[in-house]
């Protein structure tokens, strides 16, 4: 069974990243409904095609804050938010979405392994490879299905943020790891201009009242 984070997990870890000096952001989170169960965004749109994986605020990742006293506003309104880290400003990170792959897509995984950096096993079987921010613009790297480059004016879901599977993303090297400079096999399929459009977010005003999901059921947190 997918380990269920505790009550406030997610904004102590929110608060230990700001700390850090690394920009956080609340997220939208999965919700559990019906029988028998569905999973669906709390942004409530019904085709939501990233599920608890995009910004809960209005100006998205241009919200993003080290601020410990708007940290602590977000996740008290909003505990159940998943953990959002802005990239590009103190790391850029590469996304490997799932663990199917080919050869050459394999081989650049062991080189990031090899880098030693921080790293994160995340709620969907992927990974994400922490390194030193490279200049290169948010894209898919070249010649590799399924990854993805993120660095400025983006943002990555940290853990213990969980996924619509239910399972919960974790660090197995947190970021008091030392950050290493991306492997030439990653830097040499980036492409130095030309960043690829982050895809669209839906996203709500932190207004005055409280929010009303639009399915009346209790999230299974």
Do not use: K
């Not at 569905?38 to 804050?65: F, K, M, N, W, Y």
């Amino acid at each position: 069974m997918p380990r269920i984070p505790h009550a406030g997990e997610r904004f102590l870890a929110a608060l230990g990243c700001a700390r850090r000096g690394v920009p956080v952001l609340p997220l939208h989170h999965p919700v559990a409904f019906g029988r028998p169960p569905a999973v669906a965004c709390s942004c409530q749109e019904p085709d939501c095609r990233h599920i608890g994986a995009h910004p809960l605020t209005l100006h998205g990742v241009d919200d993003a804050t080290t601020d410990p006293i708007r940290v602590t506003w977000w996740w008290r309104r909003f505990p159940q938010a998943n953990l959002g880290l802005a990239t590009g400003v103190g790391f850029d990170v590469l996304v490997v979405h799932g663990s199917e792959g080919d050869a050459v897509r394999w081989s650049v995984v062991a080189e990031a392994l090899r880098a030693g950096g921080p790293l994160v096993r995340t709620g969907g079987d992927g990974w994400h490879f922490y390194f030193a921010p490279a200049g290169a613009p948010g894209q898919r790297p070249h010649g590799l299905a399924r990854m993805e480059w993120r660095s400025l004016g983006d943002w990555v879901v940290a853990p213990p943020s969980r996924h619509a599977s239910g399972a919960v993303s974790a660090w197995v090297r947190d970021l008091a790891a030392p950050l290493p400079a991306a492997p030439d096999a990653v830097l040499e399929r980036l492409e130095a201009a030309f960043p690829a459009a982050p895809y669209a977010a839906t996203a709500v005003a932190l207004a005055p009242e409280p929010l009303q999901p639009r399915i009346p059921v209790p999230v299974r947190e």
